[in-house]
């Protein structure tokens, strides 16, 4: 059985950073792409970033792009999301997921239906 479970999710203060882990069980870590999504009460799941097998390329969505960070420990089937200058906006509960691709489309990886496994979510509340 395939388990991904994300920890890490706290109160942040604006500006602040805060560091999430997604670790999963039950298939071969690096054969998968991870993404990285968010959603708040009342919005659509975003997907913000992804990071390729080996943890060589990474992709951003234009919101986070220069100040999250994702990244990947293979050996410890675990992959990171480091979080700076954090905004009100941003408050939502956050979602690992992944996807084996034979190829990588750039325009797909923020596309929640094409990923097929997802952790519960930890949530992350930016507050003063």
């Known amino acids: 059985e395939v388990q991904l479970v994300e920890s890490g999710g706290n109160l942040v203060q604006p500006g602040g950073s805060l560091r999430l882990s997604c670790t999963a069980s039950?298939?071969?870590?690096?054969?998968?792409?991870v993404g990285w999504f968010r959603q708040a009460p009342g919005k659509e799941r975003e997907g913000i970033c992804v990071?390729?097998?080996?943890?060589?390329?990474?992709f951003y969505a234009d919101s986070v792009d220069g100040r999250f960070t994702v990244s990947r420990d293979n050996a410890k089937n675990t992959a990171f999301l480091l979080m700076h200058t954090v905004k009100y906006e941003e408050s939502a509960t956050y979602y690992c997921?992944?996807?084996?691709?034979?190829?990588?489309?750039?325009?797909?990886?923020?596309?929640?239906?094409?990923?097929?496994?997802w952790g519960q979510g930890t949530l992350v509340a930016v507050a003063a």
């Open positions: 039950g298939l071969r870590f690096d054969d998968y792409y």
């Open positions: 990071i390729t097998y080996g943890g060589l390329a990474t």
């Open positions: 997921a992944l996807e084996h691709w034979e190829k990588f489309n750039s325009d797909e990886y923020t596309v929640p239906d094409k990923y097929n496994y």
